[in-house]
């Protein structure tokens, strides 16, 4: 369904026939999306003609201007259902976007069993387990047999998100899982134990979401347990959670390394105003480290008035340079991030990229040294000066660029920062350095 | 179990006892990690100990050097017990990359029937999602009870590898889905048409497998189906393969936006000379096209010869502009990525950034201009100027950044080829073009 027969049915009242088509042939992560673009009058009317499952799922995608709308308009009974619909993940995501007036007011209108859950998972830290975890999971005990689980899972299933992996647990610790194909397949006479599975994994609630997500993608689990401090099980991973959660810190990782302070909201999503605010602090840190770099060239000011050919091959240097601090930085930065390379592996990355740098700088240097005599930018001697200037260039980018990835990691920091802006900058700087005192040695400048 | 475990008790000839920990103790996924670290004798030692099925998921994960050595090692019989367990899948991905003589010789020790569903599967184009689907999956029929899907699982499902989703079909046409938490919390006596969903998201086997993972990402999907041109279903994609699709395309993504040719092996298990090869295309391209701005300052001799404190502005103005424009193209190339921006949002995205870039050049520009004139590397004159070529360096590189990656996307090209590297070397010649133009109007030289 288009936005357009949307409206068109809404025109035209016919809201039985709207309610029908949105019942069978909607998705609510689309109609979320299309009511973005309606006033919020249609918006709330669209909105009061879903069956409860889809409201509650429709809300669950929707951006928080437009449910901070949506939660003034309606009744406190009509969003009684919607909370109760809600899983508590989702629950707990808009809560934590919501102005503290609207929180009580939802809050208010939750059943006291599932407020103390919603005030217990607010408390986890933002991009912990804890925080993006479902509480409600089918846990099983060691000595019931098949098919007293299967009668089990017939009675709940209905209101637990998944009920794929099933949790064997003891005085609430974990101590196996069963796969429902497990249950299905084995003879409904035996145990739950003889079928369990005891080897598998889990993660804590202040484990990094990434992390978590990290482990699913590896293992390709359906769900991971969760355990609190105590070793007790609080809740589980889905697979959907850790693809959001995979898909958004990527997008974060990729915001940063082009120098953009990442923010939740999409490209059109955000104003021209948010957009200056996220672009303009690194802009600004970088156009005035580049004042060093103007400082260096300054101080060559004589030797700049009587060659100045010699300031044409400055963008070639620092942009040579640039690429190769950002070769190394994002292939380390991205290893990082999957988990392929850690600090312990410094030593390891700086020799592997220093051979690296050694064999891109005798090509470079050679190509480039055969260019300048062709086209009669310089003699021998100049196609020399530059050749070793470019030698130290890369070397310089490819060592800053792998190692300063690493050094974010170890004390804390996120490793995308060290990438293309920054590094280019720091190489720009050692660059021009090293460039005039080559060219003022050999030149007796 | 860590790698000096596993050789201890090799060592030790403890072969029982390190069969037993492997079975117990040991994902897969982390053994083929391991096992890379072995030579050839061991790690076929270690891999003969395995049971039948952690054989064939062992295998699935290696790498295909290890794969090869393998496949020289076992006998026929061997490698028939892993072509049977293996899934289809895998079975395909791993044939995909083996040289001739190994292929002919892998598909002479598997069965008719699943040789003929490789062959099969073996001819859909790379990265499309016929390419990476299952064939086994549970396909049920609309007059079934819901007792006698059930049945159906318990006798076919040990070998799908997945029955969370169950497919209605008939005349091979998908025609509906059951979940299986419907079936099991559904009365016995129901019928599978009674609890079908028959509005389901599905794709083509021509599809590229990027967007079948985005689809399975935005819609919390455990599977997707597949069907052929004529619309019958032949297989489905499911959430774990997804999940690993996205974890490739991304890092392919970033590696070609820092100007990285991607390839398939890990940053460690690449050699120094492949990371040559993969790194210095880019490099002497985008060198090479640095000659183009030199040959602008070049033109310029004079004016530098008089005023040689010009030249001092260029790394800050070219890194400026190459930063304006990577944030740009990168928030482009990713909104392609995850399906937000399409070719046909050009103008809106074209607007958008021209109303960033004036907002950006403003700040900039007055913050730049304080900064001469405090530090004395100008008067107001100076000031001004430098402050209008940023503000056209600013606009020009939001521009292009934003646009390129559009019009690569729209020719079929993929988006991430014009990142920083790119965008910087076109920013950089437009750059001085502007900036000598107006200096030398300005200053009259």
Known sequence: MTEERIKDMLDAREYKELKEELETNMYPVDLAEILEEFDQKHMVLV?????????????????????????NALTDSELEEIMEEMYLDDTVDVLEEMPANVVDRLLMVTDAEKRQQIN????????????????DYIALRREMTVAD??????????NRETIYTCYVTEQRHLIGQVDIKELLTSSESKTVEEI?????????????QEDVANIITKYGLIAL???DHENCMVGIVTVDDAMQVLQDETTEDISIMAGVNPNEDSYFGT????????????LLFLMLSATVTQMIMNSYENA??????????????????????????????????????EFSDLFKVIWKEIRIAFCISIILSVVNGIRIMLMGQGDAMMAFTIGLTMACTVLIAKVVGCTLPLIAKKIGLDPAIMATPLISTLVDISTISVYFAIVSYVFHL
């Open 304 to 341: 700049l008035a009587l060659m100045p050919q010699l300031a044409g091959f400055v963008p070639m240097l620092t942009g040579t340079g640039g690429n190769c601090g950002s070769q190394s930085s994002t292939l380390v930065i991205r290893g990082l991030a999957v988990g392929e390379i």
């Open 196 to 208: 369990m599975d005891t080897n598998m994994l889990y993660a804590r609630t202040t484990d990094d």
């Open 120 to 135: 217990q998972l607010l408390q986890y830290p933002e991009d912990s387990a804890g925080s993006v975890m479902n509480v």
């Open 225 to 227: 347990p969760i355990v």
């Open 47 to 71: 909105f009061r003609l879903l069956a409860k499952e889809e409201a509650a799922e429709t809300f669950s995608y929707m951006n928080s201007d437009m449910r901070e709308d949506l939660i």
């Open 271 to 282: 104003s021209i105003f948010e957009h200056v605010k996220s672009r303009i602090p690194w």
């Open 149 to 158: 689980s299967i009668l089990k899972i017939r009675q709940v299933g209905l």
